[in-house]
């Protein structure tokens, strides 16, 4: 397994493309908007320097990784060669199941189709695809070139041979495989945004306020990050998506996003990616340097 494509280069797909270049695999950045992929190697390379400058890797890494991505806004004859498809596009079923769709049909015969998707269905998308037994869920976490987990998901007719793989892959990334069975959320989402919408809620109910809920759950709960920064992190509207999801899935009046959440995606605050969220990321700021320190 050596080429790998990465569809989507926001939060989560330049950091997966940054993984996979560092670790010596020739990746293709894919997305449909061209400033999205140059503020991607932007990203990149901020990330690089500042691993750089805390000694965890040299200039030649710096120099191979940036070196082993190259950016395209054409998916079919980027994915022609793919040995390993990764999608991290925008966190919306159609999209989705459309660019599946696409992948079936342009993608060589034995290529692996992956989802880095917060929540929604692996067995869903698989069914869009001629090849369902090579489709898996394989969700990192943000930032990705610092968090261990990896989220391997199975859907209803993965194959082992295709789990096995991705497993080992997830390993020579330096990453800690995990794998699960495909039901809502999944395992990470499902207990995470439940926690980040009752914040949400305890903010919104007028309990206590943003600094206020983060250090309860900072100090007394040993989180390194409080649930609502957490989301500005994740994006809110990528919060949103996940809990309608869980919502859809499971019936349940106890996954309905709380009205605050749906004001703020819908007046356009999504966090650390819009500059606004529960904190403000403009340039320089404090919450910036705060949100800075986990990257
Ligand atoms: N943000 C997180 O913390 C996080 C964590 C784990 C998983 N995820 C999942 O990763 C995926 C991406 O999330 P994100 O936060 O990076 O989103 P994002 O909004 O930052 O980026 C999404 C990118 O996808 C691109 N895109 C949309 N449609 C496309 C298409 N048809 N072809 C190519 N590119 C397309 C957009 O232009 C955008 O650049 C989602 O499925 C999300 O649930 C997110």
């Known amino acids: 397994m050596k080429n790998i494509t990465v569809i989507g280069s926001g939060t989560m797909g330049n950091g997966i493309a940054h993984t996979f270049a560092q ?3 020739t990746v293709i950045l894919v997305d449909i908007n061209q400033d999205a992929l140059t503020r991607a190697i932007q990203t990149i390379t901020s990330n690089l320097d500042r691993q750089l400058k805390k000694g965890t890797i040299d200039e030649q890494l710096k120099s191979d990784t940036l070196n082993n991505i190259t950016t395209s806004t054409d998916l079919k004859t980027t994915v022609a060669k793919a040995d390993l498809v990764i999608e991290a596009a925008t966190e919306n079923r159609e999209i989705k199941l459309n660019l599946f769709k696409q992948l079936s049909d342009f993608c060589k015969d034995g290529a692996i189709l992956a989802s880095n998707t917060s929540s929604i269905s692996i067995t869903q998308i698989a069914s869009v695809t001629k090849t369902p037994g090579n489709v898996i869920g394989m969700h990192f976490m943000n930032p990705v070139p ?3 987990l990896v ?3 199975r859907g209803y ?3 082992d041979a295709v789990t096995a793989t991705i497993m080992e892959l997830s390993k020579k990334l330096d990453k ?3 794998e699960v069975n495909d039901y809502p959320g999944f395992v990470a989402n499902r207990i995470l945004m439940p926690m980040i919408n009752e914040a949400i809620y305890t903010l919104y109910e007028g309990v206590a306020g943003v600094e206020e809920i983060d250090t309860v759950m900072k ?3 040993a989180h390194p990050m409080g649930p609502l920064q957490l989301a500005d992190f994740i994006g809110l ?3 949103l998506a996940i809990l309608k999801v869980l919502y859809d899935g499971f019936g349940n009046q106890k996954y309905a996003p709380c009205p605050l959440l749906v004001n703020m995606v819908t ?3 999504t966090g650390v990616k819009s500059g606004s969220g529960f904190y403000k990321y403009t340039p320089g700021s404090k919450d910036l340097l705060v949100a800075e320190k986990f990257l």
């Open 219 to 221: 100090l007394g709960m």
């Open 23 to 25: 670790h010596g695999f």
């Open 267 to 269: 007046a356009g605050h």
């Open 157 to 159: 007719a993965t194959t």
């Open 151 to 153: 989220e391997v998901i």
């Open 237 to 239: 509207d990528v919060c």
């Open 176 to 178: 800690a495989p995990v």
């Open 146 to 148: 610092v968090m261990k």
